[in-house]
Nanobody
């Protein structure tokens, strides 16, 4: 069964950094594009980063230059390095493949506040 386990969230001050991890299991994901999403209270889930199987990446303007997605195929793990965090980055962060599996992990809470 496919599973995604996100970790690394927490409370951080504006301008701070966090590194999120997503451990995937149930199959090998090296041939899949992988996504990081976030969902803030009362808002729709939004894509914040994508890494393709070949290593190319995509970001929306809201996080471009601040977030970096990477992957370690040997560990079936995807990372999200988040720098210069802002209060509007506060959300629960999730990972999935692209296209997404119907299974979502529990996510990891990121709170940016002074």
């Amino acid at each position: 069964q496919v599973q995604f386990v996100e970790s690394g969230g927490g409370l951080v001050q504006p301008g701070g950094s966090l590194r999120l991890s997503c451990a995937a299991s149930g199959r090998t994901f090296s041939n899949y594009a992988m996504d990081w999403f976030r969902q803030a209270p009362g808002k729709q889930r939004e894509l914040v980063a994508r890494i393709h199987s070949g290593g190319s990446t995509n970001y929306p303007d809201s996080v471009k230059g601040r977030f970096t997605i990477s992957r370690d195929n040997a560990k079936n793990t995807v990372y999200l390095q988040m720098n210069s965090l802002k209060p509007e980055d506060t959300a629960v962060y999730y990972c999935n493949t692209y296209p997404p599996y119907p299974y979502w992990g529990q996510g990891t809470q990121v709170t940016v506040s002074s």
